[in-house]
């Protein structure tokens, strides 16, 4: 089982739309979350922490359920700037490394 | 804003002959790590460095690798016979150690 696993994608929404990605992890060693947006070819930027039962930032909200293992996040009236690949990442203490999943690719059209 | 920085941008070099790439962290920041993503793939965590040693490596992050922190701001990875499969675009990061990771714009390696 992947250590992080995200929908796969690509999600195609309008401008405005409110689009959710889902995420699982398997380690339930993972003490942090966060989700990273990626353009094409470039690096990951941090987009938010989750932390606890979750935040939010403007458009943006994530949600952290630990006991299923989950985490999510949700962006409300999306723009055209919002084109990215979106990356569920967990961190691990122990030697401070990210553990990415795949990538979900958003695309919002005019 | 502070940022990591990488050199070179785009290496590009044959089978078998060594290779380092650079990276500035952020000049407080103490910890640091490298990460490798092939085309098309996820990122992959390679290494973790703090206080000049090795804290976590994985198991891609074979002999063939290492790292150095030669002065007080450089941060290098060492690849020292290149194969086919180690193309991909390598990104160094650093924190002061918090778990949010800061991203440099990544070297991407060519072996041909």
């Known amino acids: 089982r992947k250590e992080v696993e995200q929908d796969p994608g690509p999600f195609n929404v309008p401008e405005g739309a409110t689009v959710a990605f889902n995420c699982t992890y398997s380690n339930s060693a993972s003490q942090s979350f966060f989700w990273y947006r990626q353009d094409c070819r470039k690096e990951p930027k941090l987009l938010m922490s989750v932390y606890s039962s979750g935040n939010e930032d403007g458009r943006f909200t994530a949600q952290l359920n630990r006991a299923s293992q989950y985490i999510s996040l949700l962006i409300r009236d999306s723009k055209l700037s919002d084109s990215a690949t979106y990356l569920c990442v967990a961190f691990y203490n122990q030697g401070g490394k990210l553990i990415f999943g795949q990538g979900t690719e958003l695309s919002v059209k005019p | 804003e502070p940022e990591v920085t990488q050199t070179p941008s785009h290496q590009v070099t044959q089978m078998g002959q060594e290779v380092i790439l650079r990276c500035v962290p952020i000049s407080n920041h103490l910890y640091f790590y490298w990460y490798r993503q092939i085309l098309g793939q996820k990122v992959e965590f390679l290494v973790s460095f703090y206080n000049n040693e090795i804290s976590e490596k994985s198991e891609i992050f074979d002999d063939q690798f290492s790292v150095e922190r030669p002065d007080g701001s450089n941060f290098t990875l060492k690849i020292r016979s290149t194969k086919l499969e180690d193309s991909a675009m390598y990104f160094c990061?650093?924190?002061?150690?918090?778990?949010?990771?800061?991203f440099g714009p990544g070297t991407r390696l060519t072996v041909t």
């Open positions: 990061a650093s924190n002061e150690g918090l778990p949010e990771q800061y």
